[in-house]
């Protein structure tokens, strides 16, 4: 199984977009490669070539779908309240329709269907993910301030590294740490893998609820 976390940025804003490929082994996650700076086209291409030999599970952080009429979706509600439950802010979850959210909103639904369209030799699923959720509802309280702080904060990043490894993501490079979008894309891949993965579960998880909102959304 290929676990892919994207942390995916608006359209006109490549440079911020990040895409990590796990490879499943003996109950781990080794991370294969990354690759920063790309267009939908270059993330179609890796989809396509990681799922030329095996399963691929993709966990997508941005909006896979919006609120009819604008304004929260029920799972952004949620997880927010969940989120807060943790320690964490509420603001890191705006809704999709949002001005600073909407071109997100526009590619990451644009991506999810021509992800959905390929025609591949072994499946694909996605679940929209939220990954500074994935390492707040796993990490320790007494840790929390990471997460509080690795947007800005190298040795907060340099912490969730270290325990990434805890969480069984090996092989990770020190290079990670030098922006908080590697970490995002890093986390999103091992939301996806405990949503996928049998012998896991997601910590919050909002079933999709077809046909407005297609895809799952965890943490």
Not at 149 to 166: H, M, V
Not at 185 to 203: E, I, T, V
């Amino acid at each position: 199984m290929k676990i892919i976390g994207i942390d995916l940025s608006g359209p006109s804003n490549r440079k911020d977009t990040v895409l990590a490929v796990f490879e499943k082994q003996a109950g781990a996650l080794k991370f294969i490669k990354q690759l920063s700076n790309i267009g939908d086209l270059e993330i179609l291409n890796e989809v396509m070539h990681q799922s030329q030999n095996d399963e691929v599970v993709i966990g997508i952080d941005a909006p896979l779908s919006y609120q009819d009429g604008g304004g929260d979706r029920p799972g952004d509600k949620e997880l927010r309240q969940y989120i807060v439950s943790l320690g964490m802010k509420s603001g890191s979850i705006m809704p999709p329709t949002f001005n600073r959210m909407v071109y997100l909103t526009l590619r990451g639904i644009k991506l999810s269907r021509e992800i959905g369209n390929l025609k591949t030799e072994n499946p694909i699923s996605m679940v929209e993910v939220h990954p500074g959720a994935v390492i707040g509802s796993r990490i320790s309280q007494s840790n929390l301030e990471y997460v509080l702080s690795y947007k800005q904060d190298l040795t907060a990043r340099t912490f969730i590294r270290k325990w990434f490894k805890e969480q069984k993501l090996t092989d990770l490079p020190v290079c990670i740490e030098e922006e908080s979008h590697s970490i995002d894309a890093c986390a999103a891949a091992l939301g996806a893998w405990h949503w996928r993965d049998k012998q896991f579960r997601p910590k919050w998880i909002l079933p999709a609820n077809l046909p407005l909102h297609p895809y799952d959304y965890c943490c």
